[in-house]
């Protein structure tokens, strides 16, 4: 069973792998986006550590309520709306449940995977966030592990490089898009990464 803890360390985990990765996500941004990604979510995520400390959520949906909703008021473009979304309709379908199970987690996980997609009107194949988080996804409702669910995400990130970005700006650049890693998808797998931290009680690594 995941426990509040056990979120509060995921929170952690991702906090410390979006600073030590700040600048390689911002460098990934530069030539297909605004180059802030990675100083974007770096902030965000500041913040969300801030909060959760001042205010210590009592359940895994109130962490990750909590959290979503403050990089959704941190964070610009589109990282915070997306980023904050997927936190908070993961924790909104978690309820107020003390514990849940890795089964509920990954049904939930899901759900805030799905409302990323209906918000950024994405779906993998676009070079999006989306093509890290959802292998990520079916490895975790088809009973895998976190370990699993880091390996398809890594994959799916990787895999955005040949891919012709669909969506968001850096769709506008067309077939310049190809050739270069999707900095959403790369964070996307440092947030599953972190899940595996979390689960060896550690904040980072």
């Given at each position: 069973?995941?426990?509040?803890?056990?979120?509060?360390?995921?929170?952690?985990?991702?906090?410390?792998?979006?600073?030590?990765?700040?600048?390689?996500?911002?460098?990934?941004?530069?030539?297909?986006?605004?180059?802030?990604?990675?100083?974007?979510?770096?902030?965000?995520?500041?913040?969300?550590?801030?909060?959760?400390?001042?205010?210590?959520?009592?359940?895994?949906?109130?962490?990750?309520?909590?959290?979503?909703?403050?990089?959704?008021?941190?964070?610009?473009?589109?990282?915070?709306?997306?980023?904050?979304?997927?936190?908070?309709?993961?924790?909104?379908?978690?309820?107020?449940?003390?514990?849940v199970s890795d089964a509920d987690f990954a049904h939930a996980?899901?759900?805030?995977?799905?409302?990323?997609?209906?918000?950024?009107?994405?779906?993998?194949?676009?070079?999006?966030?989306?093509?890290?988080?959802?292998?990520?996804?079916?490895?975790?409702?088809?009973?895998?592990?976190?370990?699993?669910?880091?390996?398809?995400?890594?994959?799916?990130?990787?895999?955005?490089?040949?891919?012709?970005?669909?969506?968001?700006?850096?769709?506008?650049?067309?077939?310049?898009?190809?050739?270069?890693?999707?900095?959403?998808?790369?964070?996307?797998?440092?947030?599953?990464?972190?899940?595996?931290?979390?689960?060896?009680?550690?904040?980072?690594?």
């Amino acid at each position: 069973m995941l426990d509040t803890e056990f979120f509060l360390r995921w929170m952690r985990a991702t906090a410390t792998a979006v600073d030590r990765e700040a600048d390689r996500l911002t460098a990934l941004d530069s030539p297909i986006g605004d180059a802030d990604h990675g100083s974007n979510l770096q902030r965000g995520f500041l913040a969300v550590q801030d909060a959760l400390a001042a205010e210590a959520p009592e359940t895994p949906g109130a962490v990750l309520v909590l959290a979503g909703s403050r990089l959704i008021s941190t964070v610009g473009g589109a990282s915070g709306p997306l980023y904050g979304t997927l936190l908070r309709r993961t924790g909104k379908a978690l309820g107020g449940a003390p514990e849940v199970s890795d089964a509920d987690f990954a049904h939930a996980l899901r759900t805030g995977v799905d409302a990323v997609a209906t918000l950024g009107g994405a779906a993998p194949g676009d070079k999006t966030m989306l093509d890290a988080l959802v292998p990520a996804v079916e490895a975790l409702t088809q009973g895998g592990t976190f370990a699993a669910a880091r390996a398809a995400a890594d994959t799916g990130a990787q895999a955005t490089i040949p891919m012709l970005a669909r969506k968001g700006r850096a769709s506008y650049l067309g077939e310049r898009s190809i050739g270069h890693q999707d900095p959403g998808a790369t964070s996307s797998a440092l947030l599953i990464a972190a899940l595996g931290i979390a689960q060896g009680g550690g904040a980072g690594e």
